[in-house]
């Protein structure tokens, strides 16, 4: 008796084969603008405070470079308070004064998350009423500094006010300055049923968990076998590193908030954030997965 023939779903198969050289897939809570034939988008949003942690929002840093060893992108330790050999090793070495391009190039990006209520989206109207995990740096975070500077209740249910979150796209790079809070003060419910809206947040856990996070010695050694030295050397600059402003292949548009080295690394004005940055590379990585 002839063995009965699998039935397999070739559609299916074929994706797969098609995207199998895919290293990143995207993060689906995470919000992505749907720009117009101008390269712009502009969109209605309200952000929503965090049921289980103490700020409304949560931030992760991470290394993201390549070298003579290859890429190397991970999570920052110092994200959950622990060491970081990459950081260590910058202020060890004094790049920020000795090497500054090497130190831009290896230095962590600092991304924010918080979860926002679409109200209004033109460009794609099926995320109205949704809730998704907007991921942004430096400047959308200057936009809630000054809104808080200006008694803004960003966060609250019955008297908070909505962003508008204006995108222009240029190349691979997007600017944000255009995006404001705005004065009218607004109640959740006005958007929907409170209770339902909220029950569409999303966790934090992925940001926080120490389980996404490598340990010190695994970090140590992938950061020296990128960067071409042996982990018992002392790190010396790459003569074939890229500069920070090299196109690199896969590169990527994401709200880059760059930077910070926490912890008691070195001077905070040393590994101060940058403000021109809100296109990242990580971020690109994702967007190539998801065009």
Known sequence: ?????????????????????????ADERIFVPTFNDKNQAKV?????????????????AGHFFKDVGG????????????????CQDLYDNNYYETDN???YDRKKNTYFYNNVLIIEDKNNRENEGKVFLLKFGAKIMEKIDGAIDDDKLIWDDDDGVNFIYSA??????????????????TALEEYGNVDEI???????????????????????????KVIGEDTDAVAKPS?????????VEDEEIVEDTDEDVAGDVGDEDMYSE????????????EDDDED
């Open 198 to 224: 909220l029950e569409q947040r999303h966790d934090f856990d992925k940001f926080t968990d120490e389980s996404e996070y490598k340990s010190e010695d695994e970090l140590k050694k992938k950061y020296f």
């Open 1 to 25: 008796m002839p063995a009965k023939k699998l039935k397999k779903d070739w559609k299916s198969i074929n994706s797969k084969i098609k995207n199998r050289k895919k290293k990143f897939k």
């Open 101 to 103: 391009d090497l130190y």
């Open 274 to 285: 940058s403000d021109d940055d809100d296109d990242s590379f990580f971020d690109d990585l």
């Open 168 to 185: 222009k796209k240029k190349g691979k790079m997007s600017n944000y300055d255009a995006s404001y809070f705005s004065d009218a003060v």
């Open 71 to 86: 890429w190397f992108i991970d999570n920052c330790p110092s994200s959950i308070g622990a060491d970081c050999p990459v």
């Open 44 to 60: 209605i949003m309200r952000f929503l405070d965090s049921e289980h942690t103490e700020l409304p929002y949560v931030e992760q």
């Open 239 to 247: 003569r074939t590193r890229k500069s920070r402003n090299d196109e």
